[in-house]
Structures are given as C-alpha cells and as structure tokens.
C-alpha cells in the first residue's frame, strides 16, 4: 500500500539511523528487541522523533507504572503476563505489498468476505498497492501493528478544518493540540494498563473537529494485530469542538496467531459545548481456539468527557472477540444537560472471558445517560457486566436507566451482573433492570419447523436480542455486526 | 471499581489487604482478661471454635472499605473507641416491645447487653419436645445438638466480625422444633441494649434456630435500646431449615442513637424448606445486616426481603447473599427504603446460581426513597449465573416522591406532610407486603408509622 509520502521519508530517516541506546535495529523486521525499560520508552519516542514533553510524560508514566499492580478485581482469569517478553514496537515490512486481491492469503479474504467488507476496502486492509483512494464511502486510517500506513479522504477532510490523521502526525503537526488534550481524560496514573500504554504507545488515531463542522462522513479505523508477540498499544484522541458532531468507526480484525497478545488501548474523548461525538466498535479479534489457546487479550480504557453544555458522548460497541476483554467506555457528564449513552453486545464462546461494561458519572445538571448491554454467553466462557451509575450532589435532576439482559446457551458458561449504583442527588432518577434467561425450545422449535438450521436459527434469534443495540451502529456497521454475531456462535449448538 | 474483591470465579485466600490487622487487639485483649471465665469452657469442640475465631480475628481485625463487601460502609470510627465487655446488667426492663395483642402472652426470650435474663423471660406454652433456652444453659444440657450444629454455616473465613462474635462465643438464643412439629404461636426474643454512661460496650449474642424436617415456627427479634451510652451488639445467627420445614424469620431493629448494630444470618434450606426473612431497621446509628441464605436442596425457597428508614446521620447497611445450590429453587427479595437528611443507606444484594441449580427462578428489587439533599443511596445488586435454564432478574431504582402523586394528594386539601407521609407508607407497604404472618406485619407497620409520625 501506498503510504503518505512524509511517512515513508519519516520511517526512513529513524530506521536508517543506528540506534543511540545500545542496539541496533533489524530493518527488515523493524521490530524492538524483547523486554520492557526506560531505555524502550526511549527508543519509541526517538522512533516517532517526539518532542521533549511527550517523553518526559512516557518516562513519568513508565516510573508509575513500575510501582503500580496489576489489577485483581475482574472476574478474569489468565496466567501471569510476562511484560518483558513482547516487543512493544513493531513497524509494518517496508517490501512491497501485494499486487492484487490474488496474493493476498485467501484465509484473510475469507474472513473479509464473510464480514462483508466491500472489496475496495479489502484491498486496502489486505495492503495491496495502489488501492488507496480510489473509492470506499468511509475514510479509513488503517493501523497495521501499530504505525498508521494510510488515511485515506485526508484531503477533502482537510478542507473542512478537520484534522484526521495518526497521532505521531498529530504530535508533529498539531502539537499544541495534542499537548492541551492528552491525558487530560485519562490521566498517566490512571490504571495499570492505561499507564503502560501511556509510557509506551505507539500509534493510533487523532480527530479534532473544528467548531461548528458536522463531520459529513464516517471516520473509521481499522486495527489489525500481524506479527505475533507484538503488544498492541494504541492511542486515540478525539476532540469535538462546539457544535461540532463526528461518527467514528473502529473496526478490528487479527489473523490468528497462537501466543495471546495483549493490546492496552486507550481511547479519549472530549465533546466541548452542543458537540456529539459517536464512537462505534466492533471488536473481532482472534478469540483463541475451542480449546482456548491463543487469543488476545484486550485490556482497554476508554473514556469520554462531556466537557460542554449539552454535549453528548454516545459509545457504542459489539465485542466478539478476544480470549479476554477488560474494558468498561465510560462517560464524565461535566457539563450541565450533557448526555452520555452505552450501548453494548458481548459475545463469548468456548474459552473466552469478558468483564466489560460502563461508567456513568454525573457531575452536571440534568445530565443523562442510558445504558443498555446484552451479554450472550456459550460454551465455556463466562462474562460480567461491570458498570457504575454515580450521581454526585450537583447532579440536580439527573437521569438514568440501565438495561442488562444476559442470555445463556449451554450449561457450562456463566453470565454475571455487577452494578454498582450511588445516588447523592434526590431529584436523581436511576432505574436498574437486569435479566438472565436462556434461548426457549420453542423459539427454536419453532425455527427449526420451518426448516431453518439449528445454527441459523440461533444467530437469528441472538440477532433479535441484539438489534437494541445494534440499531445503534452506523449502517455500514450493523450489516457487518449482525454477520459477526452468527460466525461467533458458530459451534455453540448442537 | 479499583477495589479489590474475592473473583466469583476465583475465590482469593483470605489475605490481609482490605483488613486492619490493627484493630484486633482492643477487641481482644478485654477477652484475654475473661480467661475461663466463659460457658462451657470443658468442651473441646467448643475451645477449639472460640480459638479459631479468635486467632482469625487478630489476624486481620475489622475490615476496611478496600475489602469489596465493606466497600460503602466504614467502620474507621469504631476503631478509635474502646469498647468493654457490657457487665451482667440487673437493670429493670419495661415496656418490653412485642408483636402480640395485650393481654396476651406467649414464648419469650430476653436478653440484656447479650445476656439472657431468666426473669423477664418466659418460655411457656411450647408445643412438647420443642426446645427454646438459652445458649449458656444449652451449652451444659445440649452440647451434642449444638456441636453438630455451631459454626457450621457461619464461616468465619472471610468473615472477620463472625470469627469475633465466635471468640466471645457465650451467650443468646437456641431453638430446635422437632420434625413435624408446629409452633403457631411466634416465639418473640427481645435484645436490650443497655450499655455504660461511662464507656462504650460490646456482646456477641449467638443464635441457632433449628427446624427439623417437615416442621414450622416462627420467630420475631426485637432489637432495642435503653440509655445513651455507645453499644455494639455484634450478633451471628445460624439458621437450619429441614426438608419440607418453615421457618418465618422477623427482624426489627430499633437501638438507640448510640448503637452500632452488626448482624449476621446465615441460614441452610433443604429440599422443599423454605427460609423466610424480612429485617426492618429503624435504628441505630450505624447498622449492617448480613443475611446468606443457601439452597441447599431441590425446590427449596427464601425470601429474603426488608425495609430501611434512616434519618440524622444514620447509617443502614444491608448485605444478601442468595445461593442458588440445587434445581428447582425459587428465590424473592424485595427491599424498600427511605433516606432523609443526610443519612445514607447501602444496599448490596447478590444472587449466586451454581452450575447445577437449573429451573432456578431468582427475582430482586431494591427502591430507595431519597428525602433531603444531603441523603445518600449506594446500591450493588448482583448476579452470577453458572446455569443456563434459569430465570433471573433485579431491579434497582433511586430518586425522590412522585411530583404528580404529592400533587393529586394536595389538590385535594391534604397537607404536604400528610400527603409526604401517605406516599411513604404506600411505597414501603410494598415490602412489608412479603410478611406472610399478619400479626407480625400489623406489628412492623405500626413501627413505620410511628416513624413516620416522628418525621413531622
């Protein structure tokens, strides 16, 4: 794939360069020796040419997160990760992509295809050269193991004043920005895995919506795990300016590859006065095999500041990936009428693990938030939804009402609910429901009698007990979900 | 959420991290000056419980909030108060509360500052070889019914209140109602707390209730407060329900100003049993009640349900645990509460469906009532299903009275207290709905209208 000229003159220039910090580097590979210190922080700043402030803010976290522990508290379980062995910097292959849709590995085009990726969009995911910009409806900023290789609709974007582009761009064209906003959602002493990615993340997406500008398409991102052993460390920052409304995608595919990977993401938000700012996942990661070998492990923070009067942070997110997910977007309602909404669908099967769910704080008057979260568990997996609704004293008449329905499928998988629920404002309104059930017989009889396969009849009847949630995706995201739903039960009955 | 708790999946060892290791000594010393001095310190079994609980306490002391059960309520201040063993009090006690008409009397049990006082008690009118005595007069006449049956269900794990109330081990109630024998009549047990002007005192009452197979009775605690004094009453309840057999459980809690009331039920139901609970706190300063009712036989059912009304400062605690261990159980827990001024109340209920408990059917509502602005509502209600052919749901609301309701009320000339105290009632009376014995209802209504006549 053809990559933004100044990125490819950029790549050059550090990978040419012998390392200064006592090693040199394989450029073919590009990839940072195994182990984790200040020395690795170092050498990905110098990598990404960050100025002083940005690695001063790596090296602080990096101290903090040496004196930090890991967290205890989700019901998860995994065998101890060894930190120093990954690689925590892995720049994609400079030799040339592949020519046509033809060379590209035909298990990868499978996957696609079944997803319903359109093929213009194939082409650039799979990196065949030339495909970029020649069509696709959504302007995509792909991320292939952590460098951003293309984003794609820059232009006409760029003539509205909104800026999307990989955060090492960012940090180089758009300095003072980044500066006023990182961290300023997700503080580098905020938990464990939000403060390693703070020390050593490498890229991701960056999106400043200028004020008063309806962003007129889809931003997406598509992240993809290649080369095993890497830990994934991305870092998105959004910015909503007033009156401004953005959409963004986030997509995530990975082949599959045998040792977990662990991918500590952070995402912020801030939507300033009347802005509204959109976030859609769907999280597809390898899950591991049947037998729960393998899969990534997907210890996210993601949080959003509805910083302005009215402004609305709405995520929404389908996970069906992962071996584990540790994840829980959240909203801080700062600004009085601001309104902050979760919708979410997890699903786990065989081995996987989820603990996921939202945090609602309500700081100001009026505020608003809704969470609705449908959990399908089968196998052996075993999922928690983990959320917070706190109203703090200020909140004058603030609303909120959660929704959690769980659905079972086979009697060796588990479903938990774990809300937590503070009121400190008695004009607060707050309405919790939950619910556990399993698939009835005669929803699936009645199927079946129709002559509909066992399999499709419950991708059918889980796709019902989605579409509150999944009528919340963009389009282009929804058919892509709902396809998503029925490959992730695939073994599950019968 | 950055608390650590013991995984639902993978129960943690019992480490020291949400404990205060520190705190153990105040509470312990005054047990080492005791010596022998405690009831049925000949019985091996015994001694062994009592050293159980007391090396498991000092090993930890009281909980803190990092421990995820005691998350929203704190005891840091009873750290900083040294409290006594109460003395025997000789006190005279009347106005005894009481579920029955005047006139009328009735199995009754009293105890003062945890003691049993044979002279305000009466134990009369039980049917034959229903046994309802004293656990210090038990300890000599039943020591073979109460080996097999103390600190059975309580585990004092991860439990460091339960292993204190087991080191102090003295003193409380036992009742064991034989297989299919009938108790109509409730059997009241009244706890007086007296406690010292002069310094602040503590007992550990124990309680075991045993219903035998096919049986039924019920029992009514009263919980109250004399004097001003600082008091804890740190009790443990132990509850057996065999097959077939009813137990109804009532609770009121109405201490004193000066009361910290800590409370723990843990009860076992057997196939086709049914446990049932409902706890009205009115009282104390600070109060915590833990009830942990386990299915431990097919198609048995609880309910555990309650009302909290806290004003001033109080503070009122309530902590379930529903086990779901066996198909075919049924499960109901409805709690309602009203918080005013700047009082808080917490809510935590859990509902646990293990892997072979199929066809469970677990429902649980908990509403809170805030009044003032400066009222507090923490609520934590929780599910953690192994099962798939279960039927599970909780509900969980918060907010202020109904504008439209007080509204319609006033626009018919009823004053705003009134119509405040009118809509109160209503919301509770959905709780108190689930006291399946009329008399005891009739009972625990008067105790909230009574509080809702101090509201004015």
């Known amino acids: 794939m053809a990559a933004q000229p100044e990125t490819v003159e950029q790549v050059r220039a550090v990978t040419e360069q012998k390392y200064k910090y006592g090693f040199t580097t394989d450029i073919e590979s590009d990839v940072a020796p195994k182990g984790l210190n200040e020395d690795i922080v170092r050498f990905i700043s110098a990598k990404k040419e960050e100025p002083e402030w940005l690695l001063d803010w790596r090296l602080k976290a990096f101290r903090v997160w040496q004196t930090m522990e890991e967290p205890q508290w989700a019901a998860v379980s995994f065998p101890p990760i060894d930190y120093q062995d990954a690689h925590y910097y892995a720049a994609p292959k400079k030799k040339a992509g592949p020519k046509s849709l033809d060379e590209v590995d035909p298990e990868l085009l499978k996957t696609y295809e079944k997803l319903g990726i359109p093929l213009r969009e194939q082409e650039i995911l799979a990196g065949v050269e030339g495909s970029e910009g020649k069509s696709p409806a959504i302007a995509v900023d792909a991320v292939f193991d952590s460098v951003s290789v293309a984003t794609t609709f820059k232009a006409k974007l760029e003539e509205m004043g909104i800026i999307f582009c990989a955060i090492s761009e960012a940090v180089q064209k758009h300095p003072d920005l980044v500066k006023k906003y990182l961290g300023s959602v997700v503080p580098y002493t905020d938990n464990y895995y939000a403060t390693l990615n703070c020390a050593v993340f490498t890229d991701g997406s960056f999106v400043y919506i200028p004020k008063g500008v309806r ?280 | 959420m950055t608390a650590q708790h013991p995984s639902p999946l993978h129960p943690m060892t019992y480490s020291t ?27 091996s079994w015994l001694n062994e419980l009592r050293a159980a609980g007391r090396e498991r306490f000092a090993a930890v002391g009281l909980p803190t909030i990092k421990n995820e059960s005691w998350r929203y309520t704190n005891l840091r201040d009873l750290a900083k108060l040294t409290f006594q063993p109460a003395a025997p009090a000789a006190a005279a006690i009347d106005l005894l509360p009481t579920v029955r008409a005047e ?86 047990l009244v706890f007086v707390s007296v406690g010292s002007e002069s310094q602040a005192t503590t007992c550990h009452p124990r309680m075991l209730l045993i219903a035998e197979a096919g049986s039924k009775a019920v029992v009514v605690e009263h919980h109250v407060g004399r004097g001003t004094g600082t008091t804890l009453s740190n009790h443990v309840t132990e509850v057996f329900v065999g097959e077939g057999a009813t137990l109804h459980h009532y609770k009121s809690q109405r201490e004193g100003a000066g ?5 723990h039920i843990a009860a076992t139901v057997a196939t086709g049993g049914c446990y049932d609970n409902f706890i009205l706190t009115t009282g104390a300063k600070l109060s915590r009640n833990e009830v942990v009712s386990r299915l431990d036989g097919t198609e048995a059912r609880t309910h555990v349900s309650g009302g909290y009304l806290v004003r001033g400062t109080q503070h009122a605690d309530t902590t379930t645990l529903i086990v779901h261990a066996k198909p075919n159980g049924t499960s109901r827990e409805v709690y309602k509460g009203v918080i005013d001024d700047t009082a808080r109340a917490v809510f935590q209920g859990k509902i646990t469906v293990c892997p072979d408990a199929q066809k469970t059917d677990g429902y649980q509502l908990n509403r809170a009532l805030l009044l003032s602005d400066g009222a507090e509502i923490d609520s934590k209600p929780e599910l953690e299903i192994h099962a798939d052919d279960v039927k599970c749901s909780h509900g969980c609301t918060a907010g202020e009275l109904d504008d439209d309701a007080l509204f319609y009320l006033r626009a018919r000339g009823i004053d705003r207290d009134t119509a405040q105290g009118l809509l109160i009632g209503a919301f509770l009376s959905e709780s108190l709905e689930e006291i399946a014995e009329e008399s005891i209802r009739d009972a625990f209504q008067g105790i909230v209208a009574g509080w809702l006549e101090e509201q004015k």
């Open chain 1, 215 to 494: 962003c007129p398409m889809e931003l997406s991102t598509y992240f993809r795990i290649n080369q095993a052993n890497t830990g994934q460390f991305e870092r998105t920052l959004i910015i909503a300016d007033e009156g401004s409304y953005v959409s963004y995608l986030e997509g995530c595919t990975a082949p599959q590859r045998d040792e977990n990977q662990l991918h500590a993401a952070v995402v912020e938000l801030v939507a300033m006065d009347d802005a509204t700012i959109k976030y859609s996942t769907v999280q597809n990661w390898y899950p591991g095999n049947a037998e729960g070998v393998g899969g990534i492990y997907n210890f996210v923070t993601k949080r959003g500041a509805c910083r302005g009067r009215n402004s609305k942070i709405s995520w929404t997110q389908v996970e069906t990936g992962s071996a584990i997910t540790w994840k829980y977007p959240s909203c801080i309602l700062q600004g009085d009428n601001s309104v902050g909404e979760f919708y979410s669908v997890a699903i786990t099967n065989n081995f996987q693990q989820a603990d996921t769910g939202t945090k609602m704080i309500h700081i100001g008057k009026n505020t608003r938030s809704t969470i609705v979260s449908k959990g399908i568990s089968a196998g052996k997996a075993q999922q928690t939804y983990r959320g917070l609704v706190k109203i703090l004293p200020r909140a004058e008449g603030a609303r909120n009402h959660t929704q959690c329905d769980s659905l079972l499928i086979g009697d060796k998988c588990g479903a938990h609910t774990v809300p937590y629920i503070e009121s400190r404002n008695r004009s607060a309104r707050i309405e919790h429901e939950a619910t556990t059930a399993k698939i009835s017989e005669d929803q699936l009889f009645y199927c079946r009698q129709r002559g509909i396969s066992e399999e499709d009849a419950v991708s059918l009847i889980v796709n019902g007990f989605c579409k509150e949630v999944l009528k919340e995706l963009p389009m282009e995201f929804a058919v892509e979900a709902q396809k998503l739903v029925g490959i992730s039960l695939e073994g599950s009955v019968g």
């Open chain 2, 259 to 263: 009361a910290i009331h800590l409370s």
């Open chain 2, 17 to 43: 991290r949400g404990a205060d290791p520190a705190t153990a000594p105040a509470f312990l010393t005054p047990l080492d000056h005791m010596g022998s001095g405690l009831p049925g310190s000949g019985l």
């Open chain 2, 103 to 188: 006139g009328q009397d009735g199995p009754r049990m009293v105890f003062v500052d945890g003691r049993f006082r044979a002279d305000l008690s009466s134990v009369d009118g039980l049917p034959p070889r229903v046994d309802l005595l004293s656990l210090d007069a038990a300890l000599s006449t039943h020591a073979g019914l109460l080996a097999d049956h103390l600190g059975r269900l309580a585990a004092a794990d991860d439990r460091p209140l339960v292993a204190l109330n087991s080191a102090y081990l003295a003193d409380g109630a036992v009742l064991h109602v034989p297989a299919n024998v009938q108790v109509e009549r409730p059997i009241e």
